[in-house]
Nanobody, 124 residues
Framework: QVQLVESGGGSVPAGGSLRLSCAAS???????MAWFRQAPGKEREGVAS???????RHAEAVKGRFTISKDNAKNTLYLQMNTLKPEDTAVYYC???????????????????WGQGTQVTVSS
């Protein structure tokens, strides 16, 4: 079992930046960790992920603007978000899963551990 707690959300104007953090209650070394988001009335979508071997992936919509990183010593996952757009407005969730040998599953439904979410609002 692992508890995940997100922080760092808030309201910013378009073009601004935020850094989200996800603190895990225990080490997550070797596990997949990821950020998802869900806007009102829309499906949950993947934003970025980091495999157990450190391989990172970013959704096309955020490539070049968002960067996922992980500090294993602090058991913390980060999402640096720059050049924010109104369409980035959503609740952002941190997720973790270790059942796939460190590889990240392709579907959000396959992640077993979730944080409570943090709201990000970008105004135009």
């Amino acid at each position: 079992q692992v508890q995940l707690v997100e922080s760092g959300g808030g309201s910013v104007p378009a073009g601004g930046s935020l850094r989200l953090s996800c603190a895990a209650s225990r080490h997550t070394f070797g596990a997949c960790m990821a950020w998802f988001r869900q806007a009102p009335g829309k499906e949950r979508e993947g934003v970025a992920s980091v495999d157990g071997d450190g391989t990172t992936r970013h959704a096309e919509a955020v490539k070049g603007r968002f960067t996922i990183s992980k500090d294993n010593a602090k058991n913390t996952l980060y999402l640096q978000m720059n050049t924010l757009k109104p369409e980035d407005t959503a609740v952002y969730y941190c997720a973790a899963e270790a059942s796939y040998g460190g590889s990240c599953p392709g579907r959000w439904q396959s992640f077993g551990y979730w944080g409570q979410g943090t709201q990000v609002t970008v105004s135009s």
